[in-house]
Structures are given as C-alpha cells and as structure tokens.
C-alpha cells in the first residue's frame, strides 16, 4: 500500500470538485452524538469522493451551511491528522509522568 498522503477534507473535496449544494444538509451545531447517530443507521451511503461504501462522516461548513460528508476507510484516513504524541514508550511514560506530576499538584491543591 502505498503512504498516505494527508490532506485536510476541504483539499479532498476541492481536488474532487465536490459540489457542496449536493450533499446533504447537517445540523448547525453537529456533536459527536450526531454524528455516531448517522454512522449507526442502517443506511448504505455513497463515499462522497468515489462513490464506495463509506465509514465515516463528518459535517464540513461550506458557504451554503453545514453539509454531511461521507467518506470510505481510505479517504477517511487520508484526511485525518497525523499522530502527534509519543511514539516511543519512554516518550509515552514521560507524558504519564507528568500527567500524574499535574494531577498530584491539582489534588494538592483541592485539599489544602
Ligand atoms: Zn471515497
């Protein structure tokens, strides 16, 4: 498989000259609930760039509103962020460390 070449979703749909008038309307204020709501309906929708099968949508605010955008696993993939925490586990205990150093510090606080 080849790497994949991260772009954000509005670089994907412009690239695609996705026609936003097209795509479905979404709430204003969209959350997470509404958005798990979607993917968990028994409904077969059309990735928005190609057309297969999608598995996961998001609301992109275009000029006209907010607007479903549905995409398959590759494109999905393409547009989300790369991974910016620790990659190593020191580095991951590192983190830990001070986490738990804030939490002390925040608790600390609480009950003085
Ligand atoms: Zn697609």
Partial sequence: MDPIDHITVDELLARHAVNPSRREPAPSKATGRHVSARIREPVARPCTVCGEDYRS?????????????????????????????????????????????????????LTR
Avoid: N, Y
């Fill in 57 to 109: 949508s998001s609301v992109v605010t275009f000029p006209g509103g907010p607007r479903w955008v549905d995409l398959r696993r590759e494109h999905m993939l393409a547009t989300m962020s790369p991974w910016r925490g620790p990659s190593t586990v020191e580095g991951i205990f590192s983190d830990l460390r001070k986490a738990a150093a804030e939490l002390a510090a925040e608790m600390g606080g």
